[in-house]
């Protein structure tokens, strides 16, 4: 079966929802898929005079799918493309468009501090401070009407 290929540079850790590319070096052209391939971890051939070593990222348009590759040459022209399928790419706009509780972010303003997640670890200071009410001048005392005031929170 017959691809069409964008092979492409990416500069990005892997980890990235948005990939960054080298701009104008972008290649198009065409490649051998075999129907019995896995379609998560493609194995693709292509014939071509340019150099694929410096690429690592390719984009298959019929399965609309977004792929790591690491490129094998196998004589001056014939290259072999093994892939691996970039998830977060091939699926960026519906995880853009999702609704979520995000329990860790990179950016400081974007934490929310009411969740517990054990990640933001706050400070407890104990602070007791007695104070004697009396009642016409005289301590009051257990056993009699006493108050007891708790304060939590600060």
């Known amino acids: 079966m017959s691809v069409n290929l964008k092979i492409r540079k990416c500069t990005s850790e892997e980890i990235r929802l948005t990939k960054t590319f080298v701009a104008n070096v972008d290649v198009n ?36 799918r977004s792929y790591f590759m690491w490129p094998e040459v196998i004589n001056n022209k014939l290259w072999r493309l093994h892939c691996r399928v970039d998830v977060l790419s091939t699926y960026a706009a519906g995880i ?12 400081n303003s974007k934490i929310n501090f009411y969740i517990n997640d054990g990640a933001l670890y706050t400070e407890q200071r104990e602070k007791i401070t007695y104070h004697q009410f009396k009642k016409d001048n005289i301590a009051a005392s257990f056993g009699t009407d006493t108050y007891y005031l708790i304060v939590a929170g600060g």
């Open 96 to 107: 853009k468009n999702s609704d979520a509780l995000v329990k860790r972010t990179e950016a």
């Open 29 to 64: 052209m065409e490649g051998v898929f075999r129907e019995n391939e896995d379609l998560l971890n493609p194995i693709i051939t292509v014939e071509t005079s340019t150099n694929l070593s410096d690429f690592n990222y390719v984009e298959i348009t019929q399965f609309g």
